[in-house]
């Protein structure tokens, strides 16, 4: 069975030939293609692989019900992404948070062994998680019951989210909004959080303050994570964690301990790193959208 994985973060749109495992990958930078044009690029692609389905990951918040997608990351726009691929292309399609996705990868292909209470996040442009507590995948009313990344980490924070929002733990580590938070602490001007992270190594005193404080505040966040769900395992993933994991696995494990109640779980970098979701959407496709 061959299925269209894709995989629609707030950067990039990974559009993938899927029998169990991704069949070579085209990458799209949406600041040059466009949202708009994402659900045709989609649709032409599962037409061309005549695709028994499609699976979508994609960023939220969106609705399961209706079938759109409203992310901050990509303009707070909503696009009626699983509706518009279904009627350019006649292929049924099968859509996910793009963190349930990578969760999915995680519980079927990856990390999470027998476990069946697992947590999955995401520290990317944005911050996400999927969540499966005794077996079960959560998914709430409308598909959004893991935007932790707009956990309020901050009280008095006034550092604005991208969903409009003060004090969000995205609004203070995500990697977009990383850069105005450095910006506005120390007063350096960068072009991503790779570059804060660099600075960091470099032995820059702003950059090495900034980057620990944002280890504490992501250690409080999945701490907060923990407290709620239980995990025996937390899989971390997301391009601003795998090019920094010492980093995060040290720093988390400095601090977790001041905000956990429950008691510890095992937190482990995922193995199958930044194609967790798009894996995930090729499974969601196979399974033709049940889960566990
Ligand atoms: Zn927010």
Not at 165 to 190: T, Y
Not at 220 to 230: E, H, K, P, Q, W
Not at 258 to 266: A, G, H
Request: hydrophobic content about 40%; overall charge negative.
């Amino acid at each position: 069975m061959t299925v269209l994985a894709v995989d629609l973060g707030a950067t990039w749109l990974r559009v993938s030939p899927f029998s169990g495992a991704p069949l070579g990958k085209s990458v799209y930078r949406l600041s040059e293609i466009g949202l708009e044009s994402v659900p045709e690029i989609i649709a032409s692609a599962g037409k061309e692989l005549k695709a028994e389905a499609i699976g979508i990951a994609t960023a939220g918040p969106l609705s399961l019900k209706d079938g759109w997608i409203r992310p901050p990351n990509l303009g707070n726009v909503k696009l009626y992404l699983r509706n518009e691929v279904e009627a350019l292309s006649g292929i049924r399609v099968y859509m996910q948070n793009d963190c349930v996705a990578g969760l999915l990868a995680t519980i079927l292909k990856g990390d999470a062994g027998s476990s069946k209470n697992v947590v999955y996040i995401t520290f990317s442009t944005g911050i996400g998680a999927g969540v499966m507590v005794d077996g079960h995948v959560i998914l709430g009313k409308d598909g959004n019951a893991h935007e932790v990344g707009h956990l309020v980490l901050s009280y008095s924070g006034d550092i604005r989210c991208g969903c409009g929002g003060l004090g969000h733990w995205e609004a203070l580590c995500g990697g977009k909004n990383m850069v105005e938070h450095f910006r506005l602490k120390a007063g350096v001007n960068v072009h991503d959080a790779r570059d804060i992270f660099e600075l960091a190594r470099l032995g820059d005193p702003r950059a090495i303050a900034f980057t620990e404080e944002c280890m504490r505040i992501n250690a409080a966040g999945i701490a907060s994570v923990v407290n709620s769900y239980d995990p025996e395992v937390v899989v971390l993933s997301g391009s601003v964690f795998l090019g920094n994991r010492e980093q995060f696995i040290n720093g988390i494990s400095k601090y977790i301990g001041d905000y956990l109640i429950n008691r510890p779980p095992v937190i482990k970098p995922s193995s199958l790193g930044d194609d967790a979701p798009l894996i995930g959407a090729g499974l969601l496709a196979e399974l033709k959208g049940v889960l566990p």
